[in-house]
């Protein structure tokens, strides 16, 4: 049974940095796509990042270009999501994700795994 556990969310000022992880166990996650999504109060879920897990192919929303990177610890089984730059609007609870295939979809729906999530704050 797949298991994403994610940990590193907290308060943090604007400006700041925050390293979101997520820990995947209970499969072979070689043939996955790995994704970073979040929610904030009153909105849809909506995309953030996603890496494939044997290419290491990237997306990154654009709205978090150039800030945000997301990278892989293939013996580690861990994903991560480096934060720089914070600002208010990234307040929200951020999800790891994972679905079966290779392909990039951006649609939280098609992802059949998901964590419980971490609370991010980021204060003006």
């Known amino acids: 049974q797949v298991q994403l556990v994610e940990s590193g969310g907290g308060l943090v000022q604007a400006g700041g940095s925050l390293r979101l992880s997520c820990a995947a166990s209970?499969?072979?996650?070689?043939?996955?796509?790995m994704g970073w999504f979040r929610q904030a109060p009153g909105k849809e879920r909506e995309f953030v990042a996603l890496?494939?897990?044997?290419?290491?192919?990237?997306s990154h929303a654009d709205s978090v270009k150039g800030r945000f990177t997301i990278s892989r610890d293939n013996a580690k089984n861990t994903v991560y999501l480096q934060m720089n730059s914070l600002k208010p609007e990234d307040t929200a609870v951020y999800y790891c994700?994972?679905?079966?295939?290779?392909?990039?979809?951006?649609?939280?729906?098609?992802?059949?795994?998901w964590g419980q999530g971490t609370q991010v704050t980021v204060s003006s």
């Open positions: 209970g499969r072979t996650f070689s043939s996955y796509t």
């Open positions: 994700a994972a679905r079966d295939g290779s392909i990039i979809y951006t649609t939280p729906s098609v992802y059949s795994h």
């Open positions: 890496i494939t897990w044997r290419g290491g192919s990237t």
